[in-house]
């Protein structure tokens, strides 16, 4: 704001009496010039008839302003028009004399229009971010120290450039199937993106890696339509991208046993117990190793191919009788390496007596196989052995079970209607029964064992 009181110009506004008449007086301008010098500290001798006497101004604080529209962070089109407007007050007892504008972040002031209520019109012409500042003055001259202002990107006009999918991986899978990790990738992601498998697959999860990677949970429906499916991914704007026959679904693989074995050690002599297999394991099965144990905790099992295998209870179950006393446990490997005849157990100490029923499965769940459990055991004897009854959860399953009994060399035999048993080891007793199910439901593994004896049974299930 330029002011100018000393310009010959002025003087013409406060006496007529000059060369070049014909401009006349103005009383606004002469008490104007009084104000003025008393803000100076000058006072009139003698006050020209027709003003009023003034005194200094006592105004020391500037008013402060705000931009009240656009919001910050807003973007503008280039090349259009963007009105700036908001407010300013003032206070220390003056009034707001006027507003600038800028819009290169404090560098060049423009006037705005208005005082305490004020707009700005103005062009942006070049992409990019730009900072938009205002700044008051008061009726003292006293001037706002500028705060940060808002910041606007001029942006280029378009909408944001829609998605692309260019490959799903895995790009299939089996009816009943959970997939928690398939990895979508393309480019243009945002975050918020929806990803669709169509009818039948549950879409639990679409996750944002990147703005080329998402990463979709599904499970497949067990009556999901078979066959190749297209996969479509839709940002939060709703431009989305769809790839043709992206994704198959396959029917599930036959569940069927590989090899199983059963084994008696009485007792181990170190903490550490490696069993031989019947045959070399084959890649993409699970490997089920149930374990009945004494006196020592089961620790850990690995395989001579890298296997991680998960511990099935937390707890070991205690059959706790006198003289035959077992632990109950299992492990299980999902989706293994193959290539591997050796299963090693390790125990927390030193000998341990332990029976292991062992089977290898193929076509079950390679990434979340275990469904269920269930334990039962009879600290007195009795010739009629069975396990809990457990509910599964799936219709395809294949049933683990074991019976152990450490009192004596029973065998077992006339298993339950639909089971199997596939293999049993004295001494001691260990009997592996098992079956292939294609129906939700309870299910309950028993045998008659040949005498009357103790014993413990657990029934493991795998989808
Ligand atoms: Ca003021």
């Known amino acids: 704001m330029v002011f100018g009181a000393g310009t010959v110009q002025w003087s013409w506004g406060l006496d007529a009496t000059h060369d070049l008449s014909g401009t006349s007086a103005d009383v606004n301008m002469q008490q104007a010039t009084v104000n003025l010098l008393a803000d100076m500290g000058v006072q009139p001798a003698t006050l020209q008839g027709g003003l009023v006497p003034a005194v200094a101004s006592t105004d020391t604080t500037p008013p402060t302003s705000a931009i009240t529209s656009p919001s910050s962070g807003s973007t503008v089109s280039p090349g259009s028009s963007v009105t700036i407007s908001g407010t300013a007050v003032d206070s220390g007892g003056g009034v707001v004399g006027a507003v600038e504008i800028s819009a290169d972040g404090g560098t060049t002031w423009h006037p705005a229009a208005g005082r305490e209520n004020w707009s700005y019109i103005t062009t942006f012409t070049n992409a990019g971010t730009v900072n938009v500042r205002s700044r008051a003055a008061d009726d003292s001259g006293n001037l706002e120290v500028p705060g940060p202002g808002i910041t606007l990107t001029v942006g280029t006009g378009g909408p944001p450039p829609p998605p692309t999918v260019s490959s799903v991986n895995p790009n299939s899978g089996a009816q009943g199937q959970s997939l928690p990790s398939v990895i979508i990738t393309g480019s243009n992601f945002q975050t918020g993106a929806t990803c669709s498998f169509g009818a039948g697959i549950t879409v639990n999860s679409c996750t944002f890696n990147s703005a080329t990677q998402l990463t979709a949970n599904i499970i497949i429906g067990s009556t999901a339509t078979l066959g190749t499916r297209n996969v479509t991914v839709t940002n939060p704007d709703s431009q989305s991208s769809t790839l043709s026959n992206a994704f198959s679904v396959t029917t599930p693989s036959a ?97 341990t007596y332990l029976l292991v029923a062992v089977a290898e499965v193929a076509g079950l769940d390679p990434s979340a196989p275990l469904d269920q459990s269930g334990y039962h055991d009879s600290l007195t004897a009795t010739a009629a052995w069975s396990s809990a009854a457990v509910t599964i959860t799936t219709a395809n399953e294949y049933l683990f079970s074991w019976a152990a009994s450490e009192a004596a060399n029973a065998t077992c035999a006339s298993p339950a209607s639909g089971w199997v048993i596939e293999s049993q080891t004295n001494p001691a007793t260990v009997c592996l029964l098992d079956r292939v199910v294609s129906a939700t439901g309870s299910y309950q593994a028993s045998v008659t064992a040949s005498s009357a004896q103790n014993y413990a049974m657990e029934l493991v299930t795998f989808k």
């Open 255 to 351: 569940i069927s046993l590989i090899q199983r074995a059963t084994f008696s050690r009485q007792p181990t002599s170190g903490g550490t117990v490696t069993l031989t297999l019947p045959q070399a394991t084959g890649a993409g099965h699970t490997l089920v190793a149930g374990v009945s144990f004494w006196p020592l905790d089961i620790s850990s099992v690995t395989d001579g191919s890298g296997d991680a295998f998960t511990r099935g209870l937390a707890t070991s179950i205690y059959h706790n009788v006198s003289g035959s006393a077992t632990y109950t446990n299992f492990y299980y490997a999902k989706s293994t390496a193959g290539g591997t005849t050796s299963l090693t157990l390790n125990f927390s100490g030193g000998s």
